[in-house]
């Protein structure tokens, strides 16, 4: 990949970032209860994926985790199984530590090198999919930091194989999906943002 495809590449995930987290919310945001499991941060990481974070904040500066985390269980936490942490809610005094870990320098930074990973990943796993069109790639990563991968993948695959996999097809597969009713709304607001900025 040449140095104005690594350029231009970059620029579309830090849009997509920008739009996800309008969905989601900012550094230190916590959903306490999204499903099963807590949800932290710029793109709301959900379970395991909340581990993640915690272990690369958490490993650039231990001593300063120590100090914000004390009184927690968190630093024992981290080193548990996936399971866990896909059904582990928060108690209140554990979002309040973590909301002041998260806005830390190295809680900032670690945010925003796992969501260069993250959303680079989500585009291409939108293009290995079929999916060329930028604005299609940055809706479908939305729908997939919000849905998981399984789930997203299987919306794309709705789509009839005769048609094009726009941004627009791809918003109305996910309005066709039962389980995702509740999710329109986001949809729609999402693929306005995508029309106006990128």
């Not at 985390?69 to 309040?96: A, M, P, Q, R, Y």
């Not at 260069?116 to 790639?137: C, F, Q």
Request: with cysteine.
């Amino acid at each position: 990949m040449g140095n104005n495809d690594t350029t231009e590449l970059k620029d579309l995930i830090f849009k997509i970032a920008g739009i996800i987290s309008g969905n989601e919310g900012c550094y230190n945001s916590i959903n306490q209860y999204d499903g099963s499991a807590s949800s932290i941060g710029l793109l709301q990481w959900n379970g395991l994926r909340a581990k993640r974070l915690l272990k690369i904040i958490i490993s650039k500066d231990e001593e300063q985790a120590k100090t914000i985390l004390d009184g927690t269980n968190i630093l024992d936490d981290v080193n548990k199984d996936d399971e866990f942490w896909d059904n582990k809610i928060l108690d209140s005094f554990e979002c309040k530590a973590i909301r002041k870990l998260l806005i830390t320098e190295k809680g900032v930074i670690a945010q925003i090198e796992l969501l260069l990973v993250d959303i680079e990943a989500y585009i291409n796993h939108g293009k290995k999919l079929g999916i060329k069109d930028k604005k299609a790639l940055a809706f479908f990563a939305d729908l997939e930091n919000q849905i998981g991968s399984y789930r997203a993948e299987k919306i794309i695959q709705s789509i009839d194989p005769e048609k094009e996999l726009t941004m627009l097809n791809i918003l109305t597969a996910s309005a066709l999906e039962p389980s995702l009713t509740h999710t329109i709304s986001r949809r729609k607001c999402t693929y306005e943002r995508i029309i106006n900025e990128i």
